[in-house]
């Protein structure tokens, strides 16, 4: 170990104050921090602190990914060979994934940690974590067949415009990740929606019924998955939606380690269900009568809340606050695929637009609070006058 | 009349070297010595030069914005120095200790004086900066009658003092102080703790309040919170329990007692017990009694590890601090550090950590583990800071320096000590306390 740190320290050494790169120490600095927890002390302030900084935080999300993006490369090429018939393993068909999907991250972690590195080095701020958990969430919910340089330009979209030209890590209103796949959404709807991209090489292939059971659901077709399936993921979808399964274990560690909101997720679900009863007592279309349970744990729903809604940036910020928005986007993203069926799947616009909106309700839960204040010193002085 | 007050939120962080409940007197130290930042927006103005004589009692530097509240000498002997730092501020005032002269006041029995002669004796004798006024934790305004005054003997910081155990035996000087304080104020609000239903519990003329619940429970703060708040041109006092003694003895004897009991305690601390000394003493002779090793690379803080202020072995107590805490410096490289559930062994309130499964007691050092950064996650502050105020909003407002709205979301109600918790748990490494502390003379400088 202090081998290592002997070597490293060789290495920064021409990036440290004075010296001739000192404008890069953030980009060596971020190299540098994730191999040893550097050996700053307290200089004001409390003079003991905790364990846990941003790094482990966003690295725990990561973990909490993983689940569910080792499930969304089998199932895609699970997805594939299942179209193709014939036999296949388990192997097969995650090679055949890992093949599409890590060249997908890869390109999302250059393309965004470049740019996070280039505005660390210009603002003279070190490197924010936060880009670890997007640049992994971006492919993930993403279709698998959409071409590389889409992901580079919605990665650049989403950082440039959705996180940096607000201020960076910690500023942004609306959620990166989500930002980013909103962009390929309406710039190239053609690569984003129909039958034939959820399936990989499904162009390739003909017959191909690759459509996603919101897409049928909207199209008025008859849906040949059972809530099982849905549950355990084997269907089409962006890659790391498809299965609740995964996505429950990925939610249950983010609230035992206290990393996301559980009451945001709860919300969620509790407005979803409400909202799918609801339409289910209605019941004038197809996607009405669909059982509310199911609108749980089909489409990104279950991703959506579980992993884009509790973003503490671009959430609501006060515990109040959080029940509150948890339950609006349950409900407006099982309104928005039902009644809009352009957009079978709700979930992203129903979290960008109470990203929007976050504020707000914090706004309200803080006045209620000053007003509780107010309220207090008007009496006092009705005391002593 | 005792009402219960039972505080959820916070966290007690239990570290290694508790200090072991034995009073040892102090041999008395060299050099004594009087440190102006310890008392929050005060300009000192000396009354006297370098080589004076002085007694004990006698002023030494009076407050530029009052020159009524003067600070007076713990001992008699010789002002050796008075030491300088940028812009000629003055960091230390030591006095070189010889000889027994005191200075008498004449007291009589505080029931039968005026307030104005109490007032006037306690700024006199230099009892008065014993009083802090809220908001903003200054030196309390003579002119001024607070609507309350507090004390709180529930302590409840890392490794914080028992003040049921080293004034078990002054509780008539601190009777005493109390019925000097009834004359100030007319009600007076006294802290115990819940589960000591025999010391502090017995005394009289007070609102007796039962806290219990982890820290910050024992902060005047949060007492003050929840069971008379502050509102806008309102003002509170707080004393520190021992200061209520000490004003007890001024009553007794007529002379400025400067009694200081200290807890040394930390882990590189061989033998962490209390020492009775006085205000100011040295603190390597402390070091000696509780066989410290100086020469290893220590931490020394005036105060608790979460707000105290960091001291050397050459210099001195505080003027308000009943505990030197002493941890190891953490300038080391710690390898994959910010894995999770990695050094579970630091504590931590973060489930990202099995620190919160082992209850024992820890060994902390002085590592930020980790860097500063913008801030993200929320509703972590809000676990360890309980009180009807949003701590990150109220920060964000301090940032920001909107005055209106600190004033909504709360600033009168806190100071800086508040927020030690937040400064230790919040995952972004913000210098919670640093904020609010230039919050504070923002508000002194535009509000007053």
């Known amino acids: ?385 | 009349m005792s009402k219960g007050l039972r505080i959820r939120r916070g966290a007690t962080i239990n570290l290694k070297g508790k200090a072991e409940k034995i009073i040892q007197e102090s041999a008395p130290s060299s050099t004594y010595a009087l440190l102006p930042d310890d008392f929050f927006a005060l300009t000192p103005k000396m009354h006297l030069k370098e080589g004076a004589k002085v007694q004990a009692g006698t002023p030494v530097f009076y407050s530029k914005s009052n020159p009524r509240i003067q600070f007076v000498s713990p001992v008699s002997g010789t002002l050796k120095a008075i030491v300088r730092g940028a812009k000629r501020k003055i960091l230390e005032v030591i006095i070189e200790a010889n000889g027994t002269d005191a200075i008498t006041h004449k007291v009589g029995n505080p029931q039968s004086m005026k307030r104005e002669e109490i007032v006037a004796l306690l700024l006199e004798s230099g009892c008065w900066p014993f009083i802090r006024q809220r908001p903003y934790n200054v030196i309390a305004d003579p002119e001024v009658t607070p609507k309350a005054i507090y004390i709180s003997t529930y302590a409840t910081a890392p490794l914080d003092v028992d003040f049921e155990f080293f004034l078990k035996d002054q509780l008539e000087q601190f009777q005493k102080g109390i019925d000097v304080l009834n004359q100030l104020t007319s009600t007076i609000y006294l802290a115990t703790d819940q589960n000591y239903r025999d010391g502090f519990a017995k005394i009289e003329n007070v609102n007796q309040i039962a806290v219990s619940g982890p820290h910050p429970a024992g902060n005047e703060s949060i007492i003050i919170h929840h069971t008379n708040p502050l509102a806008m041109h309102e003002k509170v006092w707080t004393i520190r329990p021992e200061d209520v003694v000490n004003i007890g003895l001024l009553f007794e004897t007529g002379q400025y007692a400067a009694q200081r009991t200290i807890a040394v305690a930390g882990s590189p601390v061989g033998k962490p017990h209390y020492i009775k000394t006085k205000i100011g003493a040295q603190i390597a002779p402390l070091c000696e009694m509780t066989q410290v090793d100086t020469q290893t690379n220590l931490r020394y803080i005036n105060g608790d590890v979460l707000t105290g202020r960091q001291t050397q072995p050459q210099s001195h107590i505080g003027f308000y601090n009943n505990l030197l805490s002493i941890i190891p410096e953490g300038n080391q490289y710690r390898m994959f550090g910010w894995m999770p559930f990695k050094d579970s062994n630091i504590p931590s309130l973060s489930k990202t950590s099995f620190s919160w499964l082992f209850n024992s007691a820890k060994e902390v050092d002085t590592n930020l583990n980790g860097e500063e950064r913008a801030l993200v996650v929320t509703g972590e502050m809000e676990k360890v800071f309980p009180m009807d105020i949003y701590p990150m909003q109220l920060l964000k407002a301090c940032m920001t320096g909107d005055i209106e709205k600190m004033e909504f979301l709360g600033i009168y109600e806190v100071i800086p000590e508040d927020f030690g918790l937040i400064d230790f748990a919040n995952t972004s490494k913000i210098e919670a306390q640093e904020i609010i502390k230039n919050a504070m003379y923002l508000m002194l400088k535009e509000v007053g």
């Open chain 1, 1 to 385: 170990m202090s081998f290592i740190r002997k070597k490293l320290d060789e290495i920064r050494r021409p990036f440290e104050k004075g010296q001739k790169w000192e404008k890069f120490a953030p980009a060596i600095n971020a190299f540098d921090t994730f191999l040893f927890v550097p050996n700053h002390t307290t200089h004001k302030g409390a003079h003991v602190r905790d364990a846990v900084d941003l790094k482990r935080t966003m690295i725990t999300v990561v973990l909490a990914l993983m689940p569910a993006l080792v499930y969304g490369i089998y199932n895609t090429g699970y997805q594939h060979f299942i179209q193709l018939g014939g036999v296949f393993t388990f192997m097969d068909a995650f090679l055949h994934g890992a093949m599409k999907v890590v060249p997908m991250i890869i390109v999302s972690y250059v393309v965004g940690l470049s740019i996070e590195f280039a505005f660390a080095v210009y603002r003279g701020h070190e490197v924010n974590e936060g880009y670890l958990v997007t640049g992994l969430l971006i492919p993930m919910i993403m279709p698998v067949d959409i071409p590389l340089w889409m992901v580079a330009i919605s990665v650049a979209f989403a950082v440039l415009i959705a996180k940096e030209a607000f201020g960076g890590t910690g500023m942004n209103i609306l959620n990166p990740a989500l930002t980013a796949r909103a962009f390929a959404f309406f710039a190239y709807p053609t690569y984003m929606s129909g039958n034939k991209v959820w399936v990989s090489e499904a162009t390739t292939l003909d017959g191909v019924s690759g459509e996603t059971i919101l897409g049928s659901l909207a199209a008025g077709q008859e849906v040949s998955y059972t809530t099982m399936d849905m549950f355990q993921g084997g269907i089409p979808g962006s890659i790391a939606e498809t299965s609740a399964l995964c996505i429950v274990v990925g939610a249950l560690m983010l609230i035992a380690t206290g990393v996301a909101s559980w009451r945001i997720m709860v919300g969620g679900v509790i407005g979803a269900s409400i909202m799918g009863f609801l339409f289910n007592l209605w019941g004038a279309n197809a996607l009405m009568q669909f059982d509310w349970f199911n609108h749980l744990v089909v489409g990104g729903f279950a991703f959506g809340i579980v992993f884009m809604a509790t973003d503490p940036v671009s959430a609501a910020q006060t515990e109040k606050g959080k029940w509150v928005y948890g339950i609006l986007v349950g409900i407006f993203c099982i309104m928005i695929r039902v009644f809009n069926p352009a957009y079978p799947e709700g979930v992203m616009l129903a979290i960008l637009l109470m990203n929007v909106f976050a504020p707000t309700i914090d706004h309200y839960v803080v006045e209620a609070n000053i007003n509780r204040r107010k309220k207090r010193w008007a009496k006092a002085q009705l005391k002593t006058a």
